[in-house]
């Protein structure tokens, strides 16, 4: 038997589309469209790629895309200097600083200083604090865009599955581990000094990988039709682009699987869109856009 493909890109087409009906009404009632800024620190080009799709993406959902670019070597203070100016900015709804940055400048000091209302990425220590107590949040994309496609392939049935995820970041994998709880799995969470990560994914119902490594997850890992959503981006010496899923050989044992490209990658960007858009109708005593 061969898994059933998750197509990442066309549910992301179809939330892009949702997050843009939602938008005209925004705009109409509220005579202003959502925006979204995104801030670069650096040259690095693979940074640069998403940051243009990502405001490709926005302008197309028919919100306004501000880029705001700063060279690599700036200091911690400019960048807190810019994050609160895009905080005080009634225009702006949504604050995204593109992660790595730049080594002198301490990444939880800047993501502290967002705005919680307008944190998209929901990496801010409130959004964090209030998805794991169960409170409204702004939730991070990459784990939500996952959440969705696993609600849609289980017909909303996730209770009582075994998940495991592989990685612990604060970013993907902890977040990633409150959601399926919220959705009533039970969650293992695996990472480094896990001492047999191949007997927990061969358990698992649903195996989420986020750890960063080509091929990691091997094929006879995962449990005849288990669910394997691959988070990895990890670009080859040769420039292909893969997951950390040894996908050819996970395929053919996996009931449902995400491909890279097309999986979960595009589903982080419509995500972003989304939370971009519901920060935007909370700030403005608006009631929270449904169906997304
Ligand atoms: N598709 C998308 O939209 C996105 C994709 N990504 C991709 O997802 C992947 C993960 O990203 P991110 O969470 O930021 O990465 P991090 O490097 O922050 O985290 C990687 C995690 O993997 C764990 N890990 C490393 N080696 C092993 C091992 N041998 N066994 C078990 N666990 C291990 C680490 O454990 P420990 O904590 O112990 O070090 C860590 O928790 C990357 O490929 C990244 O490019 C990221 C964001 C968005
Ligand atoms: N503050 C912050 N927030 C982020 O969300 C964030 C970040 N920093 N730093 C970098 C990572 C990575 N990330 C991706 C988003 C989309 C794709 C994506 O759309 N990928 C396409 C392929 C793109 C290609 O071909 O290069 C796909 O998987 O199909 C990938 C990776 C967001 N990140
Ligand atoms: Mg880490």
Redesign the pocket.
């Known amino acids: 038997m061969t898994a059933r493909i998750i197509d990442g890109k066309a549910r992301a087409a179809a939330l892009r589309a949702d997050v843009a009906g939602h938008v005209t009404h925004f705009a109409a009632r509220i005579g202003r469209a959502p925006g979204l800024a995104v801030v670069l620190v650096g040259e690095d080009p693979a940074s640069g790629v998403y940051v243009r799709s990502k405001g490709k993406a926005t302008r197309e959902a028919g919100m306004v895309s501000v880029e705001r670019r700063l060279p690599a070597d700036i200091d911690e203070w400019a960048l807190l200097e810019l994050v609160s100016e895009l905080n005080a900015d009634p225009a702006i709804d949504g604050i995204l600083v593109q992660l790595p940055l730049p080594s002198q400048i301490d990444a939880q000091a800047v993501i502290g200083a967002i705005d919680p209302a307008k944190d998209v990425d929901g990496f801010h220590p409130v959004n964090a604090g209030r998805l794991a107590t169960g409170l409204p949040a702004l939730v991070p ?2 784990p939500l ?1 996952c959440l969705m496609l696993l609600r849609e392939a289980y017909d909303g049935k996730l209770a009582g599955l075994d998940a495991v995820v ?4 604060n ?3 902890k977040p990633m581990a409150q959601l399926l709880l919220g959705d009533s799995c039970t969650v293992t969470i ?5 001492r047999d ?1 191949a007997a927990r994914v061969r358990s698992a119902d649903i195996v989420i990988a ?4 080509p091929h ?1 997850i091997a094929g006879d890992w995962i449990k005849p039709g288990a669910t394997v959503i691959d ?4 670009r080859l010496p040769d420039g292909r682009l893969v997951g ?1 899923v040894d996908y050819a050989a996970a395929v053919e044992v996996a009931g449902a699987i995400t491909p890279v490209p097309g999986g ?2 595009p ?2 960007i419509a995500c972003l869109l989304r939370n971009t858009l519901v920060a935007a109708c909370r700030r403005e005593g608006l009631p929270e856009p449904d169906g997304l």
Do not use: P
Request: glycine letters at 20%.
């Open positions: 994309c990459t865009g592989v990685g612990r970041s970013i993907v994998g695996a990472h480094s000094r896990t990560v986020a750890v960063g490594i990691f988070v990895g981006i990890n950390d979960v990658g589903m982080t």
